[in-house]
């Protein structure tokens, strides 16, 4: 399937970091590693195309290869900062079957799931080296049925509060530290390229 040499031999040290990884997988994984790379981009279009190119096959074979390698039960995480919170948000993550992961701003308040009070998000985790997850309802305006994750680390002003759909023991709140490297990553293979 694969013709070209260079393409070849990233395959095989695909192949050899991923035993677990099936054939289509890694001819998947490799593809599209070795055309991000060399196309300084992350577009479906643009490495099917150089792909396509290099390794002499048709640009809708190389695409469809491309896109079926994914793995249909991976859980799918959107993480975004405070200031692009919207209940309206968290519901459309919801909608494709993605999992919000959403950071929240501590000035505003939440319930305990089956209580009556609200209290100040800024009590969930008031000192640094504390954590505290939980089924919550967010904001009185516009409330949220959700989960909410907290952890304040020493270091930081503030504490990380982020809201997701996932259960209590399926999420911790210092996934949220992912993010800056995601920002990064993104950056250097969009913008940046591989210098």
Known sequence: MLQNKYLKDWSR??????????????????????GIVLTSSSSLTRVSEFIAKVNGEKVNTVRKRLKEWYQDDWQVIVSADRGLYADWLFAEICTLNWHPFLRINY???YRVRGENEWQSLETVVPQTAMSW????????TNPIDCTLLACWSE???????IITDLEPEQGNARWYSFRS?????????KSDGWQ
Do not use: M, N, Q
């Open 181 to 189: 490297w995601i920002e990064s990553s993104y950056r250097d293979v």
């Open 133 to 140: 997850s939980g089924l919550v309802t967010c904001f009185k």
């Open 155 to 161: 270091g930081y002003k503030t504490p990380w509060l």
């Open 107 to 109: 000035h505003r308040t």
């Open 13 to 34: 040290i695909v192949s050899y970091h991923f035993p677990h990884l099936s054939l289509p997988e890694v001819i998947g994984l490799a593809s599209w590693s070795f």
